[in-house]
């Protein structure tokens, strides 16, 4: 999948403006970190944790699940990975691919996008199997968007015959989808979409990003769940394009909740194709990568206490630059033009993103991230991952009292530069993963294996040492995702070295070590495991080790 970021038409422009309602904080909820033991790491590796995929565009789980992953394909499949799997080991999920068929291998930007789990999905009750796709329906030159509901037809399959179709609206052409769609806190479905495709935001007198009388360059919020008593039913203030949804209302605080007038269910605007956003777990601010044209990429950051009404610019500016469909081709810093109604582009009610950078100089197409809110490397608590699609670079930083700091690059540090990435995602822990379609692969963003410690302090499974009975300790396998080759037990003295005395592939030791400690004597011992040439820490402090046994 290739997110186009070069267009050359030209268009005049005109803009509809509405006035902003601030809304509350937005908060995800906290991940459960029981039976996780944290790395002091303060550098990442990025292994190989699911591969065999064909264009996988986006990485999940439910939200009460951290053992389950759901893979979205842009054929339109989805595909299920379980925790203690082999790589390898997938099974299809579900497969819509019949609507979503058509212009995939034409654009690169159409396709099955994103799914996102409905927050009770999962939640020990069974009452809740819903889950929710965005997809692109129809042909090369036009179709449409569908957000839609689903069901289970089973705990590992969903029914492809019980689509309800929350969404629909027109699209131009078959690029610029955005596609993501993701719940908050409170419950809300949020859908992010382009500006129609093609380029300039040329469709219209002035484009969509700016004309709120249709969906397009926008952030969408709506109840699905019931959750506003006061929220509206859609009403006809939107474009022709424009099918009425099932099952939905809007919630009140949206840019326009009352009849008539703009669509109801715009909560922010002035966007071109923000492809991936997320809501930081622990402060509810968001994030977002928004896709440039020939000069700028961009992320844009609004505080959780500033949500709600923002207008992100576009095709006023692109990044921080006034922006001219006109000149589109000729400068990267052009005057600007205004069309009736609209701000300047230097207007202050224009929120500018915390970074931009220059197209093609870092990358052509950019990929917004999340904020690490994990439970494996408290030291990259806050930092938030990005990336670009075009040149696969793998970037980082921290936003302290809403200004950027830290940026990192961290592509010599990962070591791989993914072939076509296309998405990160993030589990039910706060652990995140990235997307290659070019190797067909999901990545996670983790702490290099040596850095590990077996049976870690916290860890669900601890190191078991049980005379005259099985001696056992943490699976990393199935604990990390990280391969692992072997296990070795050293045995020693407290501040002395330790010897390895046994070796194997399993998780256990059956009756332990027969020795039996001389009188006065005290024996300690340590697991370690292999990958390779790495093994795993002896403890903290560390302990010296000799004599490593061979692979059993």
Known sequence: MKLSSRRTFSALLSILCAALLPMAAVHAAAPDCTGISTVNNVVLD??????????????????????????????????????????????????????????????????????????????????????????????????????????????????????????????????????????????????????????????????????????????????????????????????????????????????????????????EYGLRNPWRASFDRTTGDLYNGDVGQNCWEEINYVAAADLGGTNYGWRVKEGNQCFDPAQATTTCDPSGVTCPGSPNCNDPSLVDPILEYANPAVGDAVVGGYVYRGCRMPNFDGTYFWGDNGSGTIRSFEVVGGVRQNDANLDAQIGRTPGVFTSFGEDARGEIYMADAGAGAIYKITAPFSDFTVSGEGAGTPFALTRDGNWSWEDMFFETMLPVDFYRVYRGTPGGTFDCIHSTTDTSWVAGDPTVPAAGQVLGYIVTAVQGANETQSGNPPRTLANPCPAP
């Open 46 to 267: 990025d292994p190989t944790v699911i591969s065999g995929l064909s264009v996988p565009v986006f990485v999940t789980t439910p939200p009460n699940d951290p053992n389950r992953f759901f893979i979205v394909q842009q054929n339109g499949e989805i595909i299920l990975h379980e925790r203690g799997d082999a790589p390898t080991d997938n099974t299809v999920f579900m497969n819509i691919s019949d609507d979503v068929g058509g212009p995939v291998f034409f654009s690169g930007e159409a396709g099955l996008l994103s799914m996102a789990f409905d927050p009770d999905f999962g939640d020990g009750t069974g009452n809740n199997d819903f889950f929710y796709v965005n997809y692109y329906e129809g042909s090369f030159f036009s179709g449409r968007t569908v957000v839609a509901r689903y069901e289970l037809l089973s705990p590992n399959a969903g029914d492809p015959n019980s689509e309800l179709r929350i969404l629909e609206f027109s699209q131009p052409e078959s690029n610029h989808n955005g596609g993501l769609i993701l719940f908050d806190d409170d419950g809300y479905l949020f859908v992010f979409t382009g500006d129609g495709g093609g380029a300039n935001d040329n469709h219209g007198v002035c484009g969509n990003s700016q004309n709120l009388t249709n969906l397009l360059g926008k952030i969408l919020r709506v109840d699905v769940k019931g959750i506003d008593p006061l929220g509206s039913a859609p009403d006809t203030g939107c474009n022709a394009g424009f099918f009425t949804g099932q099952g939905y209302t809007n919630p009140t605080g949206n840019i326009d909740d009352t009849a008539g007038g703009a669509c109801d269910e715009i909560w």
